[in-house]
């Protein structure tokens, strides 16, 4: 119950006490008395037995659930020669149980909504208790990229601003896990549509990054990667094509051609050479990059996939909105596969499918894309956010 304690009080999966029950959780053992592997099964028996928990059953995950009022009782009566060891033994428990491979898969993204409470439960004690430490921090930051990944940016943003604040009062505000928490929020407001806001705080951070951590540094270089998407909604292309090209080429120094994050800096090159204008060259550069993508991750790979949407957008911009059509599709089917049809990302290539529909003629096929966008973008980010404001005057301008 100690342990329990330092979460919150929402179901916790069976799953993340495993490594307790394997024995390799460092600290447990020297609690009072101590968490044996032997012991946990045990002893969530007997916890069973006299209904301090529930065994309970969410999302398809068996959970444990105990009940608020109790977790907190347990928590005040904590000794203090124990209250770093189980904080320290929560926070090793939920790193282990967050998903290595293949975090956009419906499973892995209900797991992290599961942990994600427990993550701000751990937080919360922590600070009552001046507990804080890096990778309690950078825990946090974790899983709330992952949430943002899974399209829930309401709930990515509490928990990136909880992370971010948390590190600033007891890290200090240029210590390199403050930094990364305080850069994490910058692309939940940026899909949040905070576009402004987004760049006044990731500038700093930019900054702070740059005098502390150096320019090569992959802290900066992520920081400078976000900085530049926000620069490019705002537009300030100028400035964003700057800062693009220090990432590739720090990245690809840094990581190599192959590496993911090196792939993602070049679809976003391509996004801003299209922005920009310079057409010449565009779409023999998109095939190669989509081609390595294929070779290096996969077909089915979300960066492959991205990768898809930059040459289909330039044959949309040539005329050819048969082929831009058949390669939007492609794309399309590709991001449902792997993101899931409600994740508001999908919407955004689903209108670029009704734009290549109407270049062909096809108007009541593209007013049901559009319509289709424009209601659900209403339903997830609301009817004032910039995507929703976009695909309302498009759905307009196709009914027209």
Do not use: N
């Amino acid at each position: 119950m100690r342990l329990l304690s330092f979460w919150a009080a929402d179901p916790v999966p069976l799953s993340l006490l495993l490594p307790a029950a394997q024995g390799r959780v460092d600290g447990l053992e020297h609690l009072d008395p101590p968490l044996t592997a032997g012991r946990v099964e045990p002893a969530l028996r007997a916890l069973l037995d006299h209904s301090l928990i529930d065994l309970v059953e969410t999302d398809g995950h068996r959970c444990l659930k105990a009940h608020g009022v109790l977790l907190d009782s347990v928590a005040a009566g904590v000794p203090d020669a124990e209250r770093e060891l189980l904080a320290g033994a929560a926070g090793r428990l939920l790193r282990a149980a967050l998903p290595q491979e293949d975090a956009a898969s419906p499973r892995a993204r209900s797991q992290v909504r599961l942990l994600a409470p427990h993550v701000t439960g751990l937080l919360h004690r922590s600070r009552r208790h001046a507990l804080v430490t890096a990778e309690s921090v950078r825990i946090a930051a974790r899983v709330a990229r992952l949430v943002y990944e899974a399209g829930d940016w309401t709930a990515a943003l509490a928990l990136a601003a909880t992370a971010a604040q948390t590190a600033a009062e007891h890290l200090g505000d240029e210590h390199p896990a403050t930094i990364e928490a305080r850069s994490g929020q910058g692309p939940v407001l940026f899909r949040l549509g905070r576009y402004a806001e987004a760049a006044d705080l990731l500038r700093p951070v930019h900054r702070d990054a740059l005098r502390t951590l150096g320019p090569h540094d992959a802290r900066t270089l992520d920081a400078a990667y976000e900085l530049q998407r926000v620069l490019h909604r705002l537009g300030d292309l100028a400035q964003a094509r700057t800062l693009l090209e220090s990432v590739l080429d720090g990245r690809r120094r840094a990581l190599g051609e192959d590496h993911v994050a090196t792939l993602k800096t070049r679809c976003e090159m391509l996004e801003l050479r299209l922005a920009q204008d310079e057409f010449d060259g565009c779409t023999a550069a998109a095939e190669e990059l989509a081609g390595d993508c294929e070779r290096r991750l996969g077909p089915e790979h979300l960066v492959t996939v991205w990768a898809r949407d930059a040459p289909a957008r330039g044959l949309l911009r040539s005329g050819r909105g048969a082929e831009a059509e058949a390669l939007f599709r492609r794309v399309l089917a590709g991001q449902r596969a792997g993101y899931g049809d409600d994740h508001p990302l999908v919407l955004g290539v689903l209108i670029q499918l009704s734009r290549a529909q109407h270049a062909q003629g096809k108007r009541e096929q593209a007013a049901g894309s559009a319509r289709e966008v424009a209601e659900q973008r209403a339903a997830i980010l609301g009817e004032d956010h910039p995507e929703t404001v976009a695909a309302r005057a498009w759905y307009a301008e196709v009914r027209a």
